[in-house]
Structure formats: structure tokens, C-alpha cells
């Protein structure tokens, strides 16, 4: 099976860190956020398909055609035009595919969790918010995904997408039919927002997540690490 991981943005809220480097290759808890993402996908997966952009040039040098025996193939996203568009643009590597997982860089997750979603022909990752409208909420019934809202006033649902997707190879298709507004990027969610209307899509609930968008969220997830290693060791 394969995994597209969508790696091609500026991190420019990761800055410092990310003037240097691109934000895949930022250290986490003594290991890059790509690496993170590579020891999180499931055993199924055998092949990666890495979109870079800012710097990726160092992302290929870094992890080259292999690593841990999954073959890695990369896409170039030179025009960032959204994580839509960075899919789209894998589409010659996903033929005949039948289905695959794609998810961000910039996200770490537990492989138990992202492993259940391959029980399911279409799944997304869910997380429970007590905030959700800071992110895409999930609309459902009974965990059958009917919308993503982005950052709704009002949200419908404490479910909220958080970056993992297993999806038929048929997604792509919907890039045609998504009418997007001028000047706005091409987003997955737009194109997931179709897709779901035709596809049974599954909400599979998971209890950890750690986004990495600034500083200090490195900072709160290596002092999370530290502080569970010292009550391991008590």
C-alpha cells in the first residue's frame, strides 16, 4: 500500500527553525518530523511518495530512494497551491493504487491509531476538541463523515480532521469537479467535501494528537516525552 505525505510547505510559523531547513526536517524529541511520520504509518505501507517544496532538496538528501525497506518516490510541489493540489500532482504514482493513505509532515499520531483507519475503504482520522472551532469539524452520523467545516462559528460535532486519510484512488477525480474561488488554495477538504458525497467515509476516533505548528509546541511535546520518561523511571 502506498502513503503520499504532504510535505512541501514554508513552516513559516516554525521559524526560527524553519529558516535554515524545512519544517519536515525539524528535530522532535531527537528525531525529524518526517522520520516521526515514517515510524507512525502502518506496516502495510510500502512505498512513500514525498511532496517537497521549500528546501526539498535537503528532504531528498536526507532519506534519498529508501529507508527501512519502503521504497520513496518524490513529487516537487513548486507552486504552493494547497495540500489539494500536492495530491492531485501524485496522481501519475497512485494508478492502479486502488486505495491509499496520505497525511501531513507536521503531525505526530500513534500507529495503533492510524493503523485502524486501514479497516475501512475510506476513513479520517478523528480527534475529540473541547475546542473544535479552531479546526475542520467533522459532520457526521453515527461516524459516517458527511462534511468537513472549516473553523465553523457554530460547530455540529467535537470531532474535528486532524491529517490521516485512506482513501480510494478515485479521490482524485474530484479535483475537477471542486470549484475553487480564485486565488484560494486547492484544498483536500474541498475535494473530500465532493467525495463523501458519493463515498461512504468512516470517522475513526483516536485519542492522541500532537500538531507541530510553532516552537512551542516542540517544546510541549518534548517536555510531555520527559516528563513521562522520569514517571517511567519512579
Given at each position: 500500500m502506498k502513503a503520499v505525505i504532504l510535505a512541501a510547505g514554508k513552516g513559516t510559523r516554525l521559524r526560527p527553525l524553519t529558516d535554515e531547513r524545512p519544517k519536515?526536517?525539524?528535530?522532535?524529541?531527537?528525531?525529524?518530523?518526517?522520520?516521526?511520520?515514517?515510524?507512525?504509518?502502518?506496516?502495510?505501507i510500502t512505498e512513500l511518495i514525498v511532496v517537497i517544496g521549500y528546501k526539498g532538496a535537503m528532504i531528498r538528501e536526507k532519506f534519498g530512494s529508501r529507508w527501512n525497506g519502503r521504497n520513496i518516490t518524490y513529487v516537487s510541489q513548486e507552486e504552493q497551491k494547497?495540500?489539494?493540489?500536492?495530491?492531485?500532482?501524485?496522481?501519475?504514482?497512485?494508478?492502479?493504487?486502488?486505495?491509499?493513505?496520505?497525511?501531513?509532515?507536521?503531525?505526530?499520531?500513534?500507529k495503533e491509531s492510524v493503523e485502524?483507519?486501514?479497516?475501512?475503504?475510506?476513513?479520517?482520522?478523528?480527534f475529540h476538541s473541547p475546542d473544535p472551532k479552531k479546526f475542520g469539524v467533522i459532520e457526521h452520523s453515527d461516524m459516517r463523515v458527511r462534511s468537513?467545516?472549516?473553523?465553523?462559528?457554530?460547530?455540529?460535532?467535537?470531532?474535528?480532521?486532524?491529517?490521516?486519510?485512506?482513501?480510494?484512488?478515485?479521490i482524485l477525480d474530484y479535483y475537477a469537479k471542486v470549484v475553487f474561488a480564485e486565488g484560494r488554495e486547492h484544498y483536500l477538504t474541498d475535494m473530500l467535501n465532493e467525495f463523501v458525497k458519493d463515498n461512504f467515509v468512516v470517522a475513526v476516533p483516536t485519542e492522541f494528537w500532537?500538531?507541530?505548528a510553532t516552537v512551542s509546541?516542540?517544546?510541549?511535546?518534548?517536555?510531555?516525552?520527559?516528563?513521562?520518561?522520569?514517571r517511567n523511571l519512579a
Open positions: 519536515p526536517l525539524v528535530e522532535v524529541d531527537g528525531r525529524t518530523l518526517l522520520e516521526h511520520v515514517f515510524l507512525f504509518l502502518p506496516d502495510a494547497g495540500t489539494g493540489h500536492a495530491l492531485f500532482m501524485c496522481r501519475d504514482h497512485l494508478k492502479g493504487a486502488g486505495r491509499f493513505l496520505v497525511c501531513y509532515a507536521d503531525d505526530l499520531h500513534h485502524k483507519c486501514l479497516n475501512h475503504d475510506n476513513a479520517i482520522l478523528a468537513i467545516v472549516e473553523k465553523p462559528e457554530v460547530p455540529t460535532s467535537n470531532f474535528v480532521a486532524i491529517g490521516v486519510y485512506v482513501l480510494a484512488e478515485t500532537h500538531p507541530i509546541d516542540v517544546d510541549a511535546f518534548e517536555a510531555q516525552k520527559c516528563f513521562e520518561s522520569e
